[in-house]
Structures are given as C-alpha cells and as structure tokens.
C-alpha cells in the first residue's frame, strides 16, 4: 500500500490523507469497542477503552489474513473528541506499540452514544490483504 500525503497540503499528525492500495482482497472491519471477552466494556478512559478497541479490531484483522500494514481505512467514532484530543499523543503511542509507524487514512468522528453506553470509543475500518 502506497501512503499518499500531497506537499501542498498541512502535514498529517497520526493519519494518511489517502492511502492507494494495490489489488487485493478487500476485508471490512465491524467497529470494536473496549469489550472484554465476556463482553463488558473495560478501561477507565480514553486512552485505556482505545488501546483494548483498537486491540480488537486487530485481532479480527488477523483472524481475516489482514495485519496492521493492511490497515487502508480506519474511523475511530468517540463521544468526547475534546477528550480524545486532550489524550492524542497518549492515544498515538498505542497505535505505534500495536499497529507501528504506518497510518490509514483515518477521520475521528464524534458520536452522541455508541451501541455500549459505557463505551468512550469505537474504531471499525477497512484492510486490503495482498
């Protein structure tokens, strides 16, 4: 996959603005939450509810043949963007503990709720497999 991040545009901080993927098997990624495996939501914060939903979804990327590297899109819904900003950099060293230096194209979106009402975050993509 080819990361795509035109000069004339503002450099991106923990995204791609667009990412070119060559053919392949296009696998889509239900959104994750910070669901433990008998199915409550864990962690205290922001940066805790991320790491598990992010944890997550890349098992079922795995268990789909997709690794991080896959990663073509991502959306991260969170019901607080201003906390999800306040914990950026502590949010960004997950994502390179877990998913290393390479960023999807990616959009944070704020959500009223999400399906779990203890649920602070919530990220589903979509990885091409090659």
């Known amino acids: ?34 669901l433990d495996g008998s199915g409550r939501i864990v962690g205290d914060g922001i940066v805790e509810q991320f790491e598990r939903a992010l944890t ?20 991260v819904f969170a019901v607080d963007v201003a906390d999800y900003r306040l914990h950026a950099r502590e949010i960004g060293r997950v994502w390179k503990r877990l998913a290393g230096s390479d960023y999807p194209a990616m959009a944070v979106i704020g959500a009223t709720r999400l399906w779990d009402d203890t649920a602070l975050v919530e990220i589903e993509g979509i990885a091409v497999v090659r």
């Open 56 to 75: 997550n979804l890349l098992d079922v990327a795995a268990a789909s043949g997709a690794g991080p590297s896959d990663l073509a899109k991502l959306t």
């Open 1 to 34: 996959m080819e990361r795509v991040n035109p000069a004339h545009l503002a450099p991106p901080t923990g995204f791609s603005h667009a990412v070119r993927a060559a053919p392949g098997t296009l696998v889509f990624l239900a959104g994750q939450t910070a």
